[in-house]
C-alpha cells in the first residue's frame, strides 16, 4: 500500500492499486505538462519499506523539448530498506533534436533489498525524420548497498558528434539501453542470454553480470522494440527469480 504522497508543482502520483492479489503495488507517475523544457527542474523521491514491493511507471513517454540555451534537470532517488523490492520501469525518455538533458538516478538499498529497472533513451524522433542533430544529454545512474557502490554508469551524447555514428558508439541506432538487476547474480545470466538469443529483436544487445548486478544492454531504432525486449527479460527474471507470473504494469494496455 502507499503509505505517504506529497507533491509541489506540476509531477504527479496517481493512485495505487494491484492487478491481482500478492501482486505488488503498483504505482503511476504522471507529469500532466507533458514535457520538459530548459530550465525545468524535476526530482523524485521513493522510499519502499521493509519488506515492502512496489512497481513504478509512466502511463507514456517521457519528453525533453528543444531548449536554446538552459539545461533541464531531472533527478530521481529512490530508497529501499531490507529485504524490500522496486520495480523501477518508466516508458522511454525522448530526446527532441536541441533538447539540453540532464537525467540523473540514484538508488540506494539496504542489506537484502532489491533492485529490477531499466532507463530507455531515444536520441531526435526518426520515425518523423527528425535526428538528435544539435542539443546535449548526461545521464549518471548509480546503485549503491549501504552506502557501497555496486554500479557507477554514466554517458554523455552530444547531438551531430561522431559517437552517435561509429562502431564503438552508438553504430547508428538512435535508442539506447540499459537494464539492471540486484539480488540474483551470475545464476540468472543463461537464461536472460537465453531471452536475447531468441527473442525477435531488432537490434544489438547482451548481457553480464558484476557482482550482484545483473546488466542488459541494447541499442535499437526503436524504443518500442527495446520495451518489447526488456519486458521478456524482467518475465523471466520474476519467474526464475521472484517466483512471480510474468505480468505488464496494467497502465500500459490503456
Not at 500478492?22 to 500532466?32: D, F, M, R, S, T
Not at 523501477?88 to 540523473?104: H, K, N, S, Y
Not at 540514484?106 to 529490477?116: I, M
Not at 507470473?245 to 494496455?253: L, V
Amino acid at each position: 500500500m502507499l503509505v505517504r504522497r506529497r507533491h509541489r508543482g506540476p509531477l504527479r502520483v496517481q493512485r495505487p492499486f494491484r492487478s491481482d492479489a500478492g501482486e505488488p503495488c503498483q504505482v503511476i507517475v504522471l507529469h500532466p505538462p507533458g514535457g520538459i523544457v530548459g530550465g525545468d527542474r524535476l526530482s523524485l523521491d521513493v522510499s519502499v519499506g521493509s519488506h515492502a514491493q512496489a512497481l513504478i511507471t509512466t502511463p507514456g513517454a517521457t519528453k525533453f523539448y528543444r531548449s536554446p540555451h538552459a539545461t533541464a534537470l531531472q533527478r530521481t532517488t529512490l530508497n529501499v530498506s531490507s529485504a524490500g523490492l522496486l520495480e523501477w520501469l518508466p516508458q522511454e525518455t525522448l530526446l527532441f533534436d536541441g533538447a539540453r538533458a540532464q537525467i540523473e538516478t540514484r538508488v540506494e538499498l539496504a542489506a537484502g533489498a532489491r533492485f529490477l529497472g531499466w532507463e530507455i533513451t531515444g536520441l531526435g524522433l526518426p520515425e518523423s525524420g527528425r535526428q538528435f542533430e544539435r542539443g546535449a544529454c548526461r545521464t549518471r545512474w548509480e546503485i549503491r548497498r549501504q552506502g557501497e557502490p555496486l554500479w557507477i554508469d554514466r554517458a554523455h551524447l552530444y547531438g551531430g558528434d561522431e559517437r552517435l555514428e561509429a562502431a564503438w558508439g552508438l553504430a547508428g541506432h538512435s535508442v539506447a539501453a540499459s537494464l539492471v538487476f540486484v539480488g540474483a547474480g551470475p545464476s540468472c545470466l543463461d537464461g536472460v542470454r537465453t531471452v536475447l538469443g531468441e527473442h525477435p529483436f531488432d537490434g544489438r544487445a547482451a548481457a553480464t553480470c558484476l557482482g550482484e548486478v545483473l546488466v542488459c544492454r541494447a541499442l535499437a531504432s526503436r524504443t518500442r522494440h527495446v520495451l518489447d525486449l526488456f519486458s521478456a527479460v524482467r518475465d523471466r527474471l520474476r519467474c526464475a527469480v521472484l517466483n512471480a507470473p510474468a505480468a505488464r504494469p496494467r497502465i500500459w494496455s490503456t
